[in-house]
């Protein structure tokens, strides 16, 4: 076994190499290159080819493209460009509006990995034969006693991603190698200062790609006018506090900019896309314990059914990236998959992703997740 898992010498191993034009995933194009793999780099023009071409935080557009190019040419490996506007639009932004329209928090990042990334940059690189996909996610996966791949966090918690990768599926994670599991960044900007590549101070994109200055409404605006219809915004004990001029202005848990004024603070507990009311009250209202999942991908080595027989499993869970997981139970009730937050959590929001943790180390096996289909705070669940 070579450095990868796989059974052949480096130099017979071809790599796509998955370059966004960020720190990361240059490093591992030339941490590869320099292990003497057959190394292909592969960037992916996903949006807005004119607007971002000098934008900076920007992700597979624009000026990101330029600079994977300028990397590949330093690190002297082949470097392609495909065109996937149209299918990011499809994949990702239009979920992404839909999903806000009906008063969900969309995760687009995962909704990208789930699709442009790892199903078709995956037949992309099976097209160009190569052994393996490599990403530069702060993630770790190694070879199981069973033979199959397993998913772990990676050693650098604060750069953990794998809330973003708990889609994956088995399949595709057998597939993928995520070289920088085991580094911190500084490390791996160290290595881009070594091998000479220009990015290595390059600010990492903190935005949603397609969403630069934060201002999701925009899209959703342009994608769905009838989205921004004005409705009510009524407290929890029914008073009507005032109008808003949309839904998709707001988000659960939201405090700031709500728009109107009370003697307590205020925070969105619920949004009714179907009325068009904002559901305002005090932030205890926000805290819950139980939410029903759907679209689960299980990762575990035992099934889940039989993991959560009886009175259900108990694993750690984050329901949202900034957070660190948390002591929760997984169980089934017929089809459907519920988690019960142990200590509970606040402000959680339909459209989230659950992700399943083994335990509560630092580097724990992720077992999977799930997208939140139902979220109810104990102030509803009476």
Not at 143 to 171: C, H, I, K, N, W
Not at 308 to 335: D, F, H, L, W
Not at 369 to 378: L, M
């Amino acid at each position: 076994m070579n450095s990868l898992d796989i059974a052949k010498r480096p130099e017979d191993t071809r790599i796509v190499v998955a370059m966004s034009g960020g720190v990361d995933s240059s490093v591992v194009a030339g941490l590869l290159a320099r292990q003497g793999y057959d190394v292909v780099g592969v960037t992916l023009q996903l949006y807005d080819h004119g607007e971002a071409t000098f934008r900076k935080g920007a992700c597979c557009a624009g000026q990101d493209i330029h600079d994977a190019r300028r990397v590949a040419a330093t690190l002297g490996i082949p470097h392609y460009v495909l065109d996937y506007e149209e299918r990011f639009k499809k994949s990702v932004i239009a979920p992404f509006a839909n999903a806000y329209q009906q008063g969900e928090t969309p995760v687009p990042c995962i909704a990208c990995n789930q699709s442009v990334k790892f199903v078709d940059l995956m037949a992309v690189a099976q097209d160009l034969g190569a052994d393996a996909l490599a990403t530069g996610h702060y993630v770790q996966s190694r070879l199981g006693e069973d033979g199959r791949r397993q998913l772990f966090r990676p050693v650098d918690s604060e750069r953990d991603q794998t809330y973003f990768l708990f889609a994956t599926t088995q399949e595709q994670l057998d597939y993928l190698r995520f070289p920088l599991g085991g580094m911190g960044k500084a490390e791996v900007r160290e290595l881009a200062r070594e091998m000479g590549l220009e990015i290595a101070e390059k600010h990492d994109s903190q935005d949603i790609c397609f969403v630069p200055q934060g201002k999701y409404a925009d899209i959703i605006r342009k994608m769905h006018p009838e989205a921004v219809a004005t409705g009510e915004i009524v407290h929890l004990d029914g008073r009507v506090l005032g109008t808003h001029e949309g839904i998709v202005n707001y988000t659960v848990g939201q405090r700031k900019g709500l728009g109107v004024a009370a003697g307590e603070p205020l925070y969105v507990v619920k949004l009714e896309h179907k009325t068009g009311r904002v559901i305002v009250g005090p932030r205890e209202a926000l805290k819950t314990h139980t939410v029903r999942l759907r679209d689960v991908n299980w990762l575990g080595g035992r099934p889940l059914a039989e993991l959560s027989a009886g009175n259900g499993a108990p694993v750690e869970v984050k329901v949202r990236s900034t957070r660190g997981p948390q002591p929760a139970v997984i169980q089934m009730r017929g089809e459907d998959v519920y988690v019960t937050l142990v200590s509970g959590e606040y402000g959680i929001s339909p459209g989230q992703a659950c992700v399943f943790y083994a335990d509560d180390t630092g580097t724990s096996e992720v077992w999977g997740g799930g997208f939140i289909a139902e979220a109810v705070p104990a102030v509803f669940a009476a």
